[in-house]
Structure formats: structure tokens, C-alpha cells
């Protein structure tokens, strides 16, 4: 294949004219088959090619030029109009839309996927590296672990990591090999700031995310392509300071594991300031951003302005790439390419589902403005495997593109998770309306759907408490499994809230999915560390997310008991079951340092659980009565930040009786 000086595949000379992704097959492109142009699919090396300096900037000219046509003439635009080379992915509604279906007589708008555009590599000086820069490339490159133990990489159990591990380990050791002389004992600044300029020159070219040949792909950063992307990519699987990752996994954060999380958390956001001052915008980035906002809340918890911020540049640069609007009719055209937009894009919406129901702020992205379908069934090995494997692999799953090896992958996680989060969208929008039109045949709706989407979950994904005890079932399957069942659980609990809200009578499902919610978060805590320890840093966000909460609903059964009255349908639901399981859960808050992350949430939610289990075992209950602390307003007698837990304000101890009662 002919390819450009930068060292890009050439595009054909129509795509590369409307600056345009080419997907570089020959001897037809895919863009120019279904637009009918095969006879002017031509892929011309000496073509004319828009320079940096006058694609970086937009040009308001126009001129007309004649092609031959079996029509006559044809008005065209100039190869500098009508949009920068900046600019991203443009959607159906952008201004360039307009003018390219006039000039190429286009009958209906161009497709979204028509719009992503490759960037011309940026001009630089030599002296690429300011004052500020050098600085961050300095300290980048000082923390950097030495050729003996840097080539050792450890896998995160993050899910967000599980597809990007094989890329870090395919070019962990080309960093050695090509830079190991720069990371010895002695490390001269000259001879840091000489790799550094090297890396920043790499980031300013381009980064195909269409090819789909693993190994081309990972030759574009690689060796002597090695990029700032790569280095804070890599910066997650390294353990700076030997041995600090086995105090780690017996539940305790030790002072080793503390230096080098500190490493880590300050290479992960250098390396993305260096990704902002040079590069165009790629998949490595974007996964890069989004790593970088997850590492911020392991510091300063869900709630903080800095995470917020940072999920909010992730999703800009998501759709600034185009990658929620990938559009495939057909499975058979999938590649690694497009599963790693896919991978991306929905681990992303599954991700700000999380954090709207943590906050309750409006989401930030939104699957209905987006096309980009579900990641298929299948496991890291083949999506970076040869074409022929990864076919095989395609063919093999069924009707919904689920795996038929009963094997549960990351891609698995992400699919079940995705298919949740878009319900859960719903019902937020549902939630965040200002209007109150909201109808209970609405909700009934959605919780159907959400039921029907969960039993055709495959086998694989279907929970087992006794799980845990098995030591055949690999952690990671049983962590899926269990994640994937609490967010089902959320979803049914924020269901029968919004019922309640508008006045469907409550049977009691809300008080039995709260109960189950608290039983599902207690195998995250201290009792179960030698199963679950590599997960230890998501313990806080768990019992925040959908302990606490389903508690809250817990408590106000203690508060204003209705179990007096007649029993729950589930005989497991007793008052003296669920004082047993809020005091679990009070343990499992305790065990949570009030320094880590949510950390003052965390003590701040024991408070008040602690508060109503010294009322209802101190008070003395009646059965003709109402107990004497019915009417207890405990928002007003604690200084507690309600706004926060509760999200959408469904768990205020405010709620009339009537909507809390069985009869």
C-alpha cells in the first residue's frame, strides 16, 4: 500500500479531497463503493495535499472547478473548504453538511460515520518543548521505573483496562528496547530531554483509529513511535515501588502502595496535559482521559468538582472523535478498529449513568444522540488476534451477539452494563424533568423492559451468592456477575421510587429490592478480602452506590415500620433480619477510612444509620401504636449533607406515611 511522508496509508484521492477516513481498501474503497465513485477511487501519492499551515486554519473561499461528468459540470469545493482540519467529527447538523451534499449531489445528508476526519500531522519547531512542557516531560520521564523491573507490567482487575492490557504488553518491552539507554541509574537531563523531544514530536502525528491490522496499528506508537499516550498508558500497569501492591490485596493500603499510587496518579495526569498540548485526538487519548477522571475519584471521591471535570473532557473528546456515532448494519464489518470505539463509547455511557445516579446532576452523554451499537461477545485475544481468527470468533456468536463458549470477558461486562445503563438513562430522565407528567404506565414499561433485558442475559452472567465460596469460579467472573446484578437492582430500586412518587401503591417491592441491594454490597467489605481484595480501591464507591441508598429505604422501615402491620411476602424480610443487616452495614462504613475516597460520606452515612438502630433497639414498639419516634426529623438534629447521598432526594425521612405503608 502507497503511504504518505508522515508515514500514514495514502487515502484515495475522494476521501482525501473531502478530508475524509479512508479505510484504504483496494482496489475500491468502502466510502467510494457505496457512494458509486469506483471509477474515481484512486489512490495517487503525488496528488495535491493541503499543507498544515493552510488546513489549520478555515478559509471563507470558494472556487469552481470543472470535472468531466455524464451530466456536464460539476461544481466542487476547494480542498480547503469547508472545514478545518480541527475540527473533529461533524455531525448531520454541522454547517459542512449543507455544502457537500450540493457539491457532490448527494441525495440525503452524509452519513455520520462520513464525518470523522484524519488530521494532517501539525507543524512544529524544533524547539517543540517549552519551559512549562520540559518540566512535565521531566517528571514524566524521572518516574519512569528502570529496564529491569519496568518490563513487568501487573494487571489492574479495572475493568475499563481489561482491553487495553495486551496493548501495554505488546509495547511495554519496545520501550526498553528502544529507550532503555535513556532510563538507566544515570539519568542526565540531556539525555531525558532528547527522548522527551522525540516523544512529543510522535505525539504531534497522526494516529490512525481505522487501522485494523493489530500489529500496524501498534507500529504507529511503538519503538521509535513510542508517544505520550503509550508512557501514561503504561504508567497504570507498573508497580513503582516493589511489593506495593500485596498489602493492597489483603485489603490494607500500606505506605508503599500510598508512594506509588502517587506516582502513578501524577505520570496518568501528565501524560494527559502532554496529550492536550500536542496531540490531534485518538482512542489511546480518550482511554488515557477516562482513566485519568476514575484515578481522581480514587483521591478525592465520586462527588468532586476535579472528577466531574475530567468525566466532562473525556466525554468532549469521545464525540469531538465521532465515536458515539459509528454506525454498523452488518456484524460481519466489524474489525478491532471498531470495537475498540465500541469498547469505549459504551463503557463511557455506562460510566456517566454511574456517576448521574451517584450526583444526580443532568448526564453529560446520552445514548440518544448516539449510533454506535453494542461490542461484541468476544475476548481480547481475538480482537487483536488476525483477521481470519477474529471472523471465526464473530461467526460463533449468537442472534444477539452474545459469546456461545459460556466464557464471560470484559467485552461481556461492558455489553450487559451498557444495555442497563441505557434503562437507566431513562428512568434519570424521568427523574430530572421539572414537569410531573410523568405516568405509571411509563414506569411499569420500563420496568418490564428492564426484567425482559435481564433474562436474556446469557448463563454465564446469572448470579449466585454461593459463588463466592467456590474457588472454581475465577474472581473475575463472580465480580461481573455481581456488579452486573447490583446494577440491575439499582435500576429496579430507582423504579419502584419514581412508582411511589406518583402514587402507585406500593406491595412492598421497594422495601425487598432495598434489602437485596444491602445483601449484594456486604461481600465487598473487610469479611471477604481474600476473594475480592484486587478490588479494594471500589469498595467506597460501592457501599455509596448502592448500599447506602438502599439502606436509607431500610431505615425508614425501622422509622415507620409497616412490617407490624403484615408481614412481608419474602419471610426473609423481618425487622429482625434487617437490624442485622444494617448493622453489617454500619461495619462495612467503619471499615472505610475516612481519609480514602467518600471517605467523610461513608462516616457520615454510619452516623445516621447508627442513629436510627440505637432508636429502634432502645425503643420499646407497640403493636396499637405508632412508636414514640415516628416523627423523628433526624435531617435537622445531624449535620449530614442529604443532597449528596440521596441523589434524586428518594431516601428523605420525609415521605407521607401513605406511600410507606402496605395497606
Not at 59 to 78: E, M
Request: charge should be negative; proline fraction near 6%.
Amino acid at each position: 500500500m502507497l503511504r504518505r511522508p508522515n508515514g500514514r496509508l495514502q487515502a484515495c484521492d475522494p476521501c482525501r479531497k473531502r478530508k475524509l477516513a479512508c479505510d484504504h481498501t483496494q482496489p475500491v474503497c468502502n466510502r467510494c463503493r457505496k457512494r458509486r465513485q469506483n471509477a474515481e477511487c484512486v489512490y495517487d501519492i503525488s496528488g495535491p495535499q493541503p499543507s498544515p499551515a493552510s488546513s489549520t486554519r478555515p478559509s471563507a473561499s470558494w472556487r469552481r472547478t470543472t470535472q468531466p461528468s455524464q451530466n456536464g459540470l460539476v461544481v466542487t469545493p476547494d480542498t480547503e473548504v469547508p472545514n478545518s482540519a480541527g475540527s473533529g467529527y461533524l455531525g448531520p447538523t454541522s454547517y459542512c453538511t449543507v455544502y457537500d451534499e450540493i457539491f457532490r449531489g448527494s441525495q440525503s445528508a452524509t452519513s455520520q460515520t462520513d464525518n470523522v476526519y484524519e488530521y494532517p500531522a501539525l507543524e512544529r519547531s524544533n524547539d517543540i518543548m517549552s519551559p512549562r512542557v520540559r518540566e512535565m516531560c521531566l517528571r514524566v520521564l524521572r518516574n519512569l521505573p528502570g529496564p529491569t523491573t519496568g518490563g513487568l507490567i501487573r494487571h489492574t482487575h479495572c475493568v475499563s483496562d481489561g482491553w487495553i492490557f495486551p496493548i501495554a504488553a505488546r509495547v511495554v518491552r519496545s520501550l526498553y528496547d528502544t529507550y532503555g539507554q535513556y532510563l538507566g541509574n544515570d539519568r542526565s537531563i540531556e539525555k531525558l530531554e532528547e527522548m522527551a523531544r522525540k516523544f512529543c514530536m510522535n505525539t504531534t502525528r497522526p494516529l490512525s483509529d481505522n487501522e485494523s491490522d493489530p500489529d500496524r496499528w501498534t507500529s504507529q506508537f511503538s519503538g521509535e513511535n513510542m508517544r505520550w499516550e503509550i508512557v501514561g498508558l503504561l504508567s497504570i500497569f507498573w508497580e513503582y515501588v516493589p511489593g506495593s501492591e500485596t498489602a493492597l490485596l489483603k485489603g490494607r493500603r500500606s505506605p508503599e502502595y500510598d508512594t506509588a499510587f502517587r506516582m502513578k496518579r501524577e505520570n496518568v495526569y501528565l501524560c494527559n496535559e502532554l496529550c492536550k498540548e500536542f496531540s490531534p485526538g485518538n482512542s489511546l487519548m480518550l482511554y488515557l482521559s477516562q482513566r485519568c477522571a476514575i484515578i481522581h475519584s480514587l483521591v478525592v471521591g465520586d462527588a468532586n468538582l476535579l472528577v466531574w471535570r475530567a468525566h466532562a473532557e473525556t466525554v468532549s473528546l469521545l464525540t469531538f472523535l465521532g465515536f458515539h456515532a459509528l454506525e454498523e448494519k452488518d456484524r460481519r464489518q466489524a474489525s478491532m478498529a471498531s470495537e475498540v470505539k465500541k469498547i469505549l463509547f459504551h463503557h463511557l455511557l455506562s460510566m456517566s449513568m454511574g456517576v448521574v445516579s451517584f450526583t444526580g446532576r443532568p448526564p453529560l452523554l446520552s445514548s440518544r444522540c448516539a449510533s454506535t451499537p453494542l461490542p461484541l461477545d468476544i475476548s481480547d485475544e481475538v480482537m487483536f488476534s488476525d483477521h481470519d481468527t477474529f471472523i471465526k470468533a464473530v461467526e460463533r456468536l449468537d442472534d444477539k451477539g452474545w459469546n456461545t463458549d459460556g466464557m464471560v470477558y470484559i467485552s461481556t461486562r461492558i455489553r450487559a452494563r451498557a444495555m442497563l445503563a441505557q434503562i437507566k438513562e431513562e428512568l434519570f430522565y424521568l427523574a430530572l424533568k421539572n414537569d410531573q407528567s410523568v405516568s405509571v404506565e411509563a414506569l411499569l414499561q420500563l420496568r418490564a423492559r428492564e426484567l425482559r433485558t435481564v433474562s436474556e442475559f446469557p448463563a454465564s452472567l446469572q448470579f449466585n451468592p454461593a459463588d463466592l465460596e467456590n474457588p472454581d469460579i475465577p474472581i473475575s467472573v463472580y465480580s461481573t456477575r455481581l456488579i452486573v446484578q447490583q446494577e440491575h437492582l439499582q435500576n429496579i430500586f430507582f423504579v419502584e421510587r419514581l412508582l411511589l412518587r406518583h402514587g402507585h401503591a406500593d406491595s412492598g417491592d421497594l422495601l425487598k429490592v432495598s434489602y437485596d441491594l444491602v445483601i449484594l454490597t456486604l461481600p465487598w467489605d473487610y469479611l471477604n478480602i481474600d476473594r475480592l481484595g484486587p478490588f479494594r480501591n471500589d469498595a467506597e464507591w460501592i457501599v455509596m452506590a448502592y448500599g447506602v441508598p438502599a439502606g436509607g429505604i431500610l431505615c425508614l422501615e425501622l422509622l415507620k415500620p409497616t412490617l407490624h402491620n403484615r408481614p412481608h411476602s419474602d419471610p426473609k424480610i423481618t425487622r429482625s433480619n434487617i437490624i442485622q443487616k444494617l448493622s453489617l452495614l454500619v461495619a462495612f462504613l467503619d471499615w472505610i477510612s475516612p481519609s480514602g475516597p467518600n471517605g467523610e460520606l461513608c462516616n457520615d452515612a454510619k452516623s445516621i444509620i447508627q442513629r436510627v438502630l440505637d432508636q429502634s433497639l432502645n425503643a420499646v414498639p407497640s403493636l396499637d401504636e405508632p412508636p414514640a419516634f415516628l416523627d423523628w426529623d433526624f435531617s435537622t438534629q445531624l449535620d449530614f449533607n442529604f443532597d449528596l447521598l440521596d441523589t434524586f432526594d428518594w431516601n428523605r425521612p420525609d415521605f407521607p406515611l401513605s406511600q410507606q405503608s402496605n395497606q
